[in-house]
């Protein structure tokens, strides 16, 4: 990560700082959103290239393996499980046990292979066929409430169908690293889970922004936790956020 001057970070925060006087709590949480997202998209490089092109059935699926689990690892499980059953429909049809034992490599598979053929039951029953490309035709908040309708989908879920897959919807995912990022900045309350912060982290950014704006922006975010704001040591020290951060450590605060 580039390094930073401490002076230019102070300095770019006082436009913000003004604001704040004047403006009342979700004016200014906007302002400091928007802030952070100007500061974080040339540490990480915005536009950042989408790290998938699936299906949005096929995403659902990987999205649903993903919990709890390493990239890679949910990775090659969605591989193996592809190898294996070619068509979801071959998924539905298969022992419970065979897919268990596809996708041992990802956390909990023993819950995952059942709640995954339930899902796809749930799709096939509500739509008529197993595929969600018509939620392409839907508003992002039909869409998505479309999805959480099924047991077992949840926000995070829903919003990563359709930002991530090649639907390419204007959708906000919120990850555990996009969450503790925005909770120590402040974004959101400390206490509030991941699930209720996703409309919260999306009402700060602007209702018009387009799909690669709102993946941008969680990426930078999950990327700022991943590589700076560590879960147990966050490195406040190289950190370009460090003059709006309420939890930043204080031998980095501005005096
Ligand atoms: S200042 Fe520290 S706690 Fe705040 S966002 Fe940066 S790394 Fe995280």
Partial sequence: MPSANRHDLFAAARPLRAAAATDGPPADLTAKALEIHRRLC??????????????????????????????ADSGRAFKALRARFPDWADLL??????????IRGVTWPELKAPRIQAVLRAVEARHGGLSLDFLGEMTVDA?????????????????????????RMAALPVDS????????????????????????????LPADWSAQDLYDNHEILMLHGQQVCHHRKPACCRCVLVDLCPSAQVAYREP
């Avoid at 950042?48 to 699926?61: Q, T």
């Fill in 93 to 102: 049809a298969a022992p419970v046990e065979a897919i268990e034992e596809t």
């Fill in 177 to 204: 690293h996009h969450h503790r990022v925005a909770q120590r900045l402040g974004l959101i309350g400390p206490k509030m889970d991941v699930g209720p912060s996703h409309p919260i982290l999306r009402s700060q």
């Fill in 143 to 167: 869409a998505r409430a479309w999805l959480e309708a099924i047991p077992g989908i949840g926000p995070k879920t829903s919003a990563a169908v359709l930002s991530f897959s090649v639907l």
């Fill in 42 to 71: 040339p540490v990480y490089g915005c536009p950042i290239p989408y790290f998938h092109s699936l299906d949005p059935l096929s995403e659902l699926v990987s999205s649903l393996l993903s919990h709890r689990t390493r990239n």
